[in-house]
């Protein structure tokens, strides 16, 4: 017998069935559908997490001074630096502070004009530039790199500080910027000795992270920070401005997988310290446990549709006892019946399998959800519930539906070629 | 297979058939000796539970023997395994059932045509003979009709038809008109004998009916699993 024979006769008998087989493909539409969103589901949240993870500098620990321990005051200094240093599988640590100007550029001023001073070498960790070019560590002169939010500090009088504000109109890369130590405070009180003036050269604009919020951020050199600092002592003194302390020190963990160590050598110090790593490896946790849960859901709905297949073909074999009997008396091999009711239950998969894809993309179409945030199974979905359905999933999932075909037909189909044919013959 | 009418073309030989249960033995053929030859039109005939239909499916391959030897053109089917008795009686036998056993999806002529889809015949091959054959046997208007449209008669014809297109050596028959009236019953055991004659097929039949194995070359009685007697 010829498998196109093969195939045409389990058409005619799922046909003589009409409406049991569409009842058994209606269970199977189901599963497929459920184990298709579900997935979908998953791979979305997948997606969302590991674009979160990209932006996650996953060895990097953040210390700074514990406030709240007054017993034990510890400095984020040099010797904080030495000491991070020293601890076991720290790659490099970069400590950061923020130093504060009052600024003048052309017909406009800036009365608090604040910046990042990390070490130069590091810089590059922090900013990286759309136009222009990073800080010359070389240089001696003043230099700075400067975000497009930074623009709007500088104004014409102090009623433009207002929330649409975005800045003058003028070329800011390469311009030279007046810049005095502590912000306009320093300016007008009389009593806060005024500092030297420092000509800030603008070398590079700052790239914006989303188009829509340009970066307000401005990093100069830590070492010209230092020299601004000891340079004005006394204004720095006067305005409580820590000359030999840091603000913030990073400290880069080798490894990921060492990161809770070194926070726990760090917090045993006394600093406060923080690293993305250990929200992480419980939002991993979470996520699997998620996971793990959406394909317990679908597995169970296409386990349910696989005891359809199952009772549809072990019902039919009873039914057609006879018409098996004949068959082999008349000299249809064995294998070719067990053929005949595995392609049955394969093509009620297939059909099953492909309508059910079709169903979950059209749920995926209807239910999707822009924009809003969506809290569904405990999966948090940041910028709405969008369903990922690639090819391969459908592929899958029609495959699986095949598969589960033929696995429920197994059975019912070795047991119908197991009985007599004489007896099976005569009912 | 040896084309020889005074030459038995089956041979039985001690043969023994035993069933089985947790309980009970029981000995449905003890012993038999039979030849059929070839080319002759056998009724086989007794009460109901004599053991007639088992020696029908023993000597057609269906069951196998507990003790004994069946050679069939000289092949031992007993020794054959399953696979090659289905291949054998595919390519050697037909058979014709009391309930006719046709198949319900399929219409007159595919049913007929069935044993070649088997034998992996092609499909326009296949449906042509099978129309020519329902032209013989006057069912030239049915060819597309299922068997629930068709009546009792017409569907033991289709059934015939279904035996013989393959061309086989041997035809079994398992009470072919145990559920016809009579007129049709006559009609159906003269189209049997007319393909024993213009043939020449072996023809072993089962039946109770004895009004109508005049028809046949010889009747084998059988009682309590063993041939009581045999006439021409």
Known sequence: MKILDLIKLSVLNLYRRKSRTALTVVGVVIGTACIVIMISLGLTNLVQFNKMLENSDLEKIEVFADENNGMNKVKLNDAAVNAFLNVENVEYVIPQKRITFYGEFREYYASYFSAIAVPSEYLYKFAEVEEGQLINPDSSMMQIVMGEGAFSYFVKNDDEYTRNYTGPNVEFLAASIDLYLGGIRAIENEEIPISKLYKAQVTGILKNEEEEYKTSDVYMSLDMAQKVLSENYKTANALNMDINGYDTIYVYADNMDNVQEILNTIRSYGFEAYSNTEWITELKAQQKAQQGQLLAIGLIALVVSAIGIANTMMTSIIERKKEIGVMKVIGVSILKIRALFLIESAIIGAVGGIAGCMLAHVFGYVVVSYGDAVNFLGMYFQSGMKFIMPLWLDLSAIGIAVFVGVTAGFFPARSATMLSALEAVRG | ?232
């Open chain 2, 1 to 232: 297979m040896i084309e020889n009418k005074h030459e038995p073309l089956i041979i039985a030989r001690n043969v023994t058939k035993i069933y089985k249960t947790d309980k009970t033995r029981l000995k449905a053929l003890a012993n038999v000796h039979l030849d059929v030859m070839q080319g002759e039109f056998a009724a086989i005939v007794g009460t109901s539970g004599s053991g007639k239909s088992t020696l029908l499916s023993l000597l057609a391959g269906l069951e196998k023997p507990s003790a004994g030897r069946i050679m069939i053109g000289g092949r031992g089917i007993h020794r054959l395994n399953e696979e090659q008795l289905v291949d054998f009686r595919l390519k050697n036998t037909g058979f014709v059932f009391q309930s006719f056993n046709l198949f319900e999806v399929l219409t007159a002529q595919e049913n007929v045509a069935f044993p070649l889809m088997a034998q992996g015949v092609g499909k326009a091959e296949r449906m042509e003979r099978a129309k020519l054959i329902l032209n013989e046997y006057g069912l030239g208007r049915h060819l597309h009709h299922k068997p629930n449209e068709l009546s009792g008669g017409e569907q033991q014809r289709v059934s015939i038809a279904r035996a013989i297109i393959a061309e086989p050596k041997i035809i079994f028959a398992d009470e072919p008109t145990g559920n016809l009236d009579s007129q049709t019953a006559d009609i159906i055991i003269k189209s049997l004998a007319d393909i024993n004659k213009q043939k020449g097929t072996t023809i072993l039949m089962v039946t109770h009916d004895m009004e109508r194995v005049k028809y046949t070359d010889r009747i084998i009685k059988i009682a309590d699993g063993m041939i009581s007697e045999q006439e021409a």
